[in-house]
């Protein structure tokens, strides 16, 4: 017999589902808390019995966003044979790979009200996975400084690559090239 609990959870993680799904196809004008509810098969006064509003069904989806990059990076952190650079590397590489295939999400990730708990501690989950990885090969004195470098470089490479401003044609360098340059920069 299913709880009431859970029944209620099994809704919020339908409506979740079904706000990400209108968030990759149509960006945030998609993700109605009428269109969620539809998409989900639920009642009309499901998604406002979960959240309080739109922006709060959004904040949610960023949220989950982060604790996914933070989840991914901490996986990479835990893999044994990876140096430090080839770890960076990749935890780069995953922020700006979700730029590429989840764009609208990306970009729902950095405009999510900074002032949001949830979307803090989410973040700064992620932040401390990446000094971490960063201080693996720098030290960490100078982790934070080289991390925002970092993270900088890489939403600047994840913005240019979806707006079409880092053609290989255009420059002889990909994505996947220059987080590896920014890296080996800075391991020396």
Not at 163 to 176: C, F, I, P, Q
């Amino acid at each position: 017999m299913v709880t009431r609990a859970e029944s209620a959870a099994a809704t919020r993680g339908a409506l979740v589902r079904a706000a990400a799904e209108l968030l990759d196809e149509g960006g945030p004008d998609a993700v109605t808390l009428r269109a969620v509810g539809a998409r989900a098969g639920v009642s009309r006064g499901a998604p406002y019995g979960h959240f309080e509003d739109k922006a709060h069904l959004l904040t949610q989806l960023a949220v989950d966003a982060w604790n996914s990059v933070a989840d991914k990076v901490e996986h990479l952190r835990a893999a044994p044979d990876a140096t430090p650079a080839e770890t960076l590397e990749r935890a780069l590489l995953a922020l700006i790979g979700l730029g590429r295939r989840q764009p609208h999400l990306y970009a729902l990730m950095f405009s999510t009200p900074a002032d949001d708990p949830d979307a803090v501690a989410a973040a700064s989950r992620v932040e401390k996975q990446y000094l971490d990885v960063v201080a693996g090969l720098v030290g960490p004195a100078d982790a934070r400084r080289y991390g925002a470098l970092l993270m900088s470089s890489a939403h600047g490479i994840a913005g240019l690559e979806l707006t079409g401003h880092l053609a290989t044609e255009k420059w002889g360098v990909d994505g996947e090239q220059l987080v590896r340059m920014l890296v080996d920069a800075i391991g020396t």
